[in-house]
C-alpha cells in the first residue's frame, strides 16, 4: 500500500524522473537515506517499473502522431492486440468501452508512413473497423 509520501515522491518523479535525491528528499522534508530506500521498495515491489526518456517537441518535430480507434471482432481481441504490438510504430495500446474495442497511439515519421501504417492496421485479420485523430500539438503530458 501506497503513503501519502510514496505518492508524493512518485509525483515528483513524474515531473523530473532525474531529479537527485538530496533534492527529493528536500522537497518531502525527509532524509536522502528514507528518500533512497523508498525508491528501493517502490522499485523491487514493481509500483516504479522504470524510468524513460521524454523527448522535446522539437526533437519529435517533422514526425505525425495520432490516436486509431479500432473495432475488433468479437473474440479477436487478443490476437489483434498481439498483431499490433509487433508494431514499432504503435507506442500504446488501451482497452476502452465504447463504440470501439481499442486504441492505439502511433508515432510515425510523416503523413505518408502514417497513411500506409493505417493501411497496414486496417488489414490485421479482426479489426474490421477504424477510425484516426492525427495530434495537433500537446498541450499537456505528465507521463
Same mark, same amino acid.
Request: glycine share 6%; aromatic share 2%; hydrophobic share 40%.
Given at each position: 500500500? !501506497?503513503?501519502?509520501?510514496? /505518492? $508524493?515522491?512518485?509525483?515528483?518523479?513524474?515531473?523530473?524522473?532525474? /531529479?537527485?535525491?538530496?533534492? !527529493?528528499?528536500?522537497?518531502?522534508? =525527509? @532524509?536522502?537515506?528514507?528518500?533512497?530506500? %523508498?525508491?528501493?521498495? !517502490? $522499485?523491487?515491489?514493481?509500483?516504479?517499473?522504470?524510468? &524513460?526518456?521524454? =523527448? @522535446? $517537441?522539437?526533437?519529435? %518535430?517533422?514526425?505525425?502522431?495520432?490516436?486509431? @480507434? +479500432?473495432?475488433?471482432? *468479437?473474440?479477436?481481441?487478443?490476437?489483434?492486440?498481439?498483431?499490433?504490438?509487433?508494431? *514499432?510504430?504503435?507506442?500504446?495500446?488501451?482497452?476502452? @468501452?465504447?463504440?470501439?474495442?481499442?486504441?492505439?497511439?502511433?508515432?510515425? %515519421?510523416?503523413? /505518408?508512413?502514417?497513411?500506409? +501504417? =493505417?493501411?497496414?492496421?486496417?488489414?490485421? &485479420?479482426?479489426?474490421? %473497423?477504424? $477510425? &484516426?485523430?492525427?495530434?495537433? &500539438?500537446?498541450?499537456?503530458?505528465?507521463?
Amino acid at each position: 500500500m !501506497l503513503t501519502q509520501k510514496d /505518492e $508524493e515522491l512518485i509525483a515528483l518523479l513524474k515531473l523530473n524522473a532525474r /531529479e537527485s535525491v538530496a533534492s !527529493l528528499a528536500r522537497k518531502l522534508g =525527509l @532524509s536522502r537515506t528514507t528518500v533512497q530506500d %523508498r525508491l528501493k521498495r !517502490l $522499485e523491487e515491489q514493481r509500483v516504479i517499473e522504470g524510468y &524513460s526518456v521524454k =523527448l @522535446s $517537441e522539437q526533437t519529435n %518535430r517533422g514526425g505525425i502522431g495520432a490516436y486509431v @480507434s +479500432l473495432e475488433v471482432e *468479437p473474440r479477436r481481441a487478443v490476437d489483434v492486440t498481439g498483431a499490433l504490438s509487433a508494431i *514499432p510504430q504503435i507506442g500504446a495500446l488501451y482497452t476502452v @468501452s465504447g463504440k470501439f474495442d481499442i486504441i492505439a497511439l502511433v508515432m510515425t %515519421r510523416s503523413a /505518408e508512413h502514417m497513411d500506409r +501504417l =493505417l493501411d497496414q492496421i486496417g488489414q490485421i &485479420s479482426g479489426v474490421t %473497423r477504424t $477510425e &484516426s485523430a492525427i495530434i495537433l &500539438s500537446t498541450k499537456l503530458d505528465r507521463r
